[in-house]
């Protein structure tokens, strides 16, 4: 993570980072959103720009204010411990080929928002029942975090 106070600072260190390791991931801040894109030539898989955030965020509480409400009030809700959550479903686990009314998937108390293709850059969102579980796949899941755990476990390798 780059999270410099200067931009330039940000875009030596991802280009730095990159070189050394061309797996990592990285992310980096930005406070000049023209300067993201140079960002991210350096080497940095994810651009932030807690300027744009505010901006996003001052915007939605004007247009949205019970979606952004209900959010706040959902992700900070102690007692249910709600989670939007990513879950990658493993070659040879219990959900890998599994459409989404088999019981394996069913059962798991979760509501999954979307779901991307092995090398997608694309989601299919609220997906259809019939939707199978590719193995490599990424789920985009909203439940407890008991719920998400038990996912992840049926999700894993070899289960």
Sequence with gaps: MCALPHDRDNLVLAMTCRMNNPKIRIVAKCHDIKLSQRIKTAGADSVVSPQFIRGMRLVSEMVRPTVVSFLDLM????????RVEEVRVQTGSALAGKPLTDRAVADTDVLILAIQAPGEQTFAYGPSSGSVLAAGCTMIILGSAASVNAVREKAGAGI
């Design 75 to 82: 992700l900070r809700d102690r007692d249910k411990g709600m």
